[in-house]
């Protein structure tokens, strides 16, 4: 997530291609690429400025990560969706998010918390605004439930499973944009629980809210009628 974000101090400029690749993962993740679109490399080139050559691996590394489909000799177009995709992916990160949830609430400190704390803050404020009626900051919105989550798990101990997580998270948040898919009270009430188990070190409840919560947000999205069944 958050792949325009700015390197760190110490960490260097990302190169012309990194940029694209990231400016390319973000427009499919947050559905400015939509689904089945067909990704021209000349359209890609003066759209991200990036070479055709350069163009071509980035678009072979997004298919690796099932976001892209290479097509044969007809090129590359951004992955299509369906329902029982989306069921396999929630799936995935609830298997994924609540080892780690366990594993987190055990090892985390107060830093940890204090991280949740902020990350649940911002979170919250939004969704506020959200159920007032402001729709101007979705994709802000779904960043910071991005970051409310990560939080939750970033005391796991483990790199990989955060990684792994990180991008099941991305194809899910995926259908969350493309149906644009906001659950109100509901789901701002589910991540105040979230918020308090952790505090509270109560795994056994974070994980009973998180189903809730995935499997609420996958019907929800469906039930919008913007995903093919």
């Not at 989550?149 to 005391?155: D, G, K, N």
């Not at 659950?183 to 009430?189: K, N, S, T, V």
């Amino acid at each position: 997530m958050n792949p325009e974000a700015a390197p760190l101090a110490n960490e260097p400029a990302p190169t012309i291609g990194e940029n694209a690749y990231r400016r390319i993962r973000s427009d499919i993740v947050f559905g400015r690429l939509a689904p089945g679109q067909k990704l021209k490399l000349e359209r890609l080139r003066d759209a991200y400025g990036a070479s055709i050559s350069t163009l071509r691996e980035i678009l072979n590394r997004l298919s690796s990560e099932s976001l892209v489909m290479a097509e044969g000799q007809r090129g590359f177009e951004v992955a299509p969706v369906s329902a029982e995709n989306l069921r396999e992916i929630a799936a995935l990160r609830l298997l994924l998010e609540g080892h780690a949830l366990e594993q987190s609430f055990a090892a985390g400190d107060m830093d940890w918390e204090g991280r949740v704390v902020a990350a649940h803050h911002k979170l919250a404020t939004l969704e506020r605004r959200m159920r007032a009626g402001d729709f101007s900051e979705t994709e802000l919105w779904k960043r910071y439930d991005w970051e409310f989550h990560q939080a939750l798990i970033s005391a796991c101990g483990s790199v990989v499973l955060m990684e792994t997580h990180a991008g099941v998270f991305d194809k899910y948040l995926r259908y969350q944009m493309i149906a644009l898919s906001f659950r109100g009270d509901i789901a701002a009430e589910e991540h105040r629980i979230m918020h308090d188990a952790a505090l509270e070190r109560d795994a056994a409840k974070a994980r009973e809210v998180l189903v809730r919560h995935v499997e609420g947000g996958v019907e929800h999205a469906l039930a919008t009628g913007t995903i093919a069944s």
